[in-house]
């Protein structure tokens, strides 16, 4: 089995807070981790390289989660790296729109799966491991 030491995970949330909640919840589980603070930093980083899967905040200023799923989606190059998106609107009014938006025009290209804010790290792990089909590394 693969084990989560191979895999790189793009975290893309506007707060640094929670950049560094995800990234410390996913190095613990053994995979490397990339940031971008917003979707077009995240942009930039996959012109230099592919990550192996994304965790996508929906809410971000300069460009919403929404638009960079979009853009994932329609390049042939990044369209089949994995997505979950991670939302502290959800059960919103905020969340309901942004979610309805996003699979409006998914195509049946949608995320792996949505998560609410805050993400427990054991389930957020599991999500992503199964998802990846990887062996990670022991959470406290």
């Known amino acids: 089995m693969t084990h989560a ?4 995970i ?11 909640y995800l990234s410390i919840c996913m190095e613990d589980a ?10 077009i930093v995240a942009l930039e ?14 809410k971000m200023p300069r460009m919403s989660g929404v638009k960079v799923f979009r853009k994932l989606r329609r390049n042939p190059k990044w369209k089949n790296i994995p997505v979950i998106i991670v939302s502290g609107h959800i059960g919103n009014e905020y969340g309901d ?3 309805k938006e996003l699979m409006a025009d998914a195509a ?4 792996e799966c949505i998560l609410d804010k805050p993400v427990k790290p054991e389930k957020l792990v599991k999500a992503v491991a199964a998802v990846l089909g990887v ?3 022991d959470l406290p």
Do not use: C, H, Q, W
Not at 10 to 17: A, H, K, M, S
């Open 30 to 39: 053994g995979f490397n981790v990339e940031t971008a603070e917003d979707g």
């Open 97 to 99: 729109e942004s979610i």
């Open 10 to 20: 793009l975290i893309v949330d506007d707060e640094f807070d929670i950049r560094d």
């Open 135 to 137: 062996e990670t590394e």
């Open 108 to 111: 049946g290209n949608v995320p």
């Open 45 to 58: 980083i996959l012109e230099k390289m592919t990550p192996d899967f994304i965790l996508l905040y929906l």
């Open 5 to 8: 030491s191979e895999k790189t």
